[in-house]
């Protein structure tokens, strides 16, 4: 696991011992590596530097709904990266964090007033549009700022890729995109807007998708739709070709990057056009973890419940998609081994993390980890049960520091209200 290996026993985040930051800063607690995001960004960059001309490597907007704290984004922002945004709330934390407006592509479905105004406001790179009642609503928005709104159209290109259905996006009967005719009726809609240039398409099939050929499949319906839309006249000046990739969660085998960036050089670079991609997992994903602490071994007439801190309002993902995450002890890793069922606190069956793993034998206060952590862990947690959100903690090297700090009792109570006519 990159970021995450055993010293002297004891798993570590990069040079520090995971049972110090548990002694530090408590438990349940997400632990990031910045060296693993910066590796991760680097892998990306670098496959795509390989396979493609220097003066042709796409825009990487890291897509910062797989997780969102301001200081992820530095580190990634500093590798000099792009952002892509789905509401208002992350345009705020990127322009936080110090990207440049010119490398923000906003997408979404439900792109709302504000968003729009705001994202015309900083100055953004492009709107993904994903209908075009959508267009209508941002012409009108950028005529009464008197700016011009640079968009692209997502088109839905009919392909089935991502690893859970909830997760896959480019099918058609999926809410998202524009089918190809539609796309066609948006470019004509966009001539005659005043304050509207439609300069392209993007698409984007799905998350942790494996079955990486969908992505060449993709790909490939490209050429003839750009074909189409320029003989009719259109200048199409860049294609976002979305995120996607997967990462380990367990034994899969990693996505073959020099693959996937040999399809971009050959079907979409010879388009000619500004390159963008919006990958967020991949770069996040493996470089984080859930740290937990032991609350009780519990024995039943045939099951040993490994009950955690942690629980399924801080990482979700194991119970809405039926997710594997790897678990780890973190110290006293070569003892004997038992099968456990792990779950947290919460009172629903479904706060599992993981049924039958066989695991050392653990007691009370040892520390576990659940893996692969990094992506749509922290940024889909919630107060269920009127839990704290979990602090968050990078880890740099040597060092390390809270990025985010354990929600109190206080901030998550403060705004409920007693109206007079109860009180
Ligand atoms: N671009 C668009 C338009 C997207 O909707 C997404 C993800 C991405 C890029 C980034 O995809 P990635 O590279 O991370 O696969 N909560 C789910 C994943 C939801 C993905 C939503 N869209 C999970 O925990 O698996």
């Keep these: 696991m990159i970021g995450f290996n055993e010293k002297d026993g004891i798993l570590h985040a990069d040079g520090v011992p995971l049972s110090a930051i548990a002694k530090d800063y408590g438990t349940p607690a997400y632990v990031y590596s910045a060296g693993a995001i910066r590796a991760q960004?680097?892998?990306?960059?670098?496959?795509?530097?390989?396979?493609l001309p220097e003066n042709r490597q796409p825009m990487l907007c890291y897509a910062c709904k797989a997780n969102s704290n301001i200081a992820?984004?530095?580190?990634?922002?500093?590798?000099?990266?792009?952002?892509?945004?789905?509401?208002?709330?992350?345009?705020?934390?990127?322009?936080?964090?110090?990207?440049?407006?010119?490398?923000?592509?906003?997408?979404?479905?439900?792109?709302?007033?504000?968003?729009?105004?705001?994202c015309l406001k900083a100055g953004i790179h492009q709107f993904n549009v994903e209908s075009l009642p959508e267009l209508e609503h941002i012409q009108q928005i950028a005529a009464q700022m008197g700016k011009v709104a640079k968009v692209v159209?997502?088109?839905?290109?009919?392909?089935?890729?991502?690893?859970?259905?909830?997760?896959?996006?480019?099918?058609?009967?999926?809410?998202?995109?524009?089918?190809?005719?539609?796309?066609?009726?948006?470019?004509?809609?966009?001539?005659?807007?005043?304050?509207?240039?439609?300069l392209g398409l993007s698409m984007h099939i799905g998350s942790q998708i494996f079955t990486v050929e969908s992505f060449k499949e993709a790909f490939e319906k490209l050429p003839d739709i750009v074909g189409e839309l320029r003989e009719l006249g259109f200048a199409i000046e860049r294609l976002d070709i979305g995120g996607g990739f997967p990462i380990i969660y367990d034994d899969e085998k990693l996505l073959d990057l020099s693959a996937y960036a040999r399809w971009v050089n050959d079907i979409v670079e010879p388009l000619g056009t500004e390159i963008i991609m919006e990958p967020g997992r991949y770069m996040v994903g493996n470089a984080g973890v859930l740290l937990s602490e032991v609350l009780y071994v519990k024995e039943t007439k045939d099951r040993s419940f490994l009950v955690i801190d942690a629980a399924?309002?801080?990482?979700?993902?194991?119970?809405?998609?039926?997710?594997?995450?790897?678990?780890?002890?973190?110290?006293?890793?070569?003892?004997?081994?038992?099968?456990?069922?792990?779950v947290g606190p919460i009172c629903e069956t479904g706060d599992t993390f993981s049924v039958?793993?066989?695991l050392p034998t653990m007691k009370t206060g040892d520390l576990a980890v659940i893996k692969s952590a990094g992506a749509y862990g922290f940024c889909m947690a919630s107060n269920y049960n009127t839990r704290p959100l979990p602090p968050e903690i990078l880890v740099d090297g040597d060092k390390h520091a809270v990025i985010r700090e354990r929600q109190s009792y206080e901030d998550l109570m403060g705004g409920d209200i007693i109206p007079d006519f109860i009180k």
């Excluded at 960004?41 to 396979?51: H, I, P, Q, R, V």
């Excluded at 992820?72 to 789905?86: F, K």
């Excluded at 991502?162 to 001539?191: L, P, Q």
Aim: aromatic letters at 6%.
């Design 72 to 118: 992820v984004l530095r580190v990634l922002q500093q590798m000099g990266s792009g952002l892509e945004i789905v509401s208002e709330g992350e345009l705020h934390r990127g322009l936080k964090a110090g990207f440049d407006p010119e490398k923000i592509v906003s997408t979404g479905v439900g792109k709302q007033a504000r968003e729009i105004r705001e």
């Design 312 to 342: 399924m309002n801080d990482l979700i993902r194991p119970t809405l998609y039926d997710a594997y995450h790897g678990i780890e002890a973190v110290s006293g890793r070569d003892t004997v081994m038992t099968t456990y069922d792990v």
């Design 153 to 198: 159209f997502r088109l839905n290109p009919n392909v089935t890729g991502g690893g859970h259905h909830k997760i896959s996006t480019g099918r058609d009967r999926d809410k998202f995109g524009i089918s190809r005719e539609r796309v066609i009726e948006g470019f004509e809609m966009a001539r005659d807007m005043s304050h509207v240039e439609a």
């Design 356 to 358: 039958g793993r066989t």
């Design 41 to 51: 960004y680097t892998a990306l960059s670098g496959a795509m530097k390989a396979a």
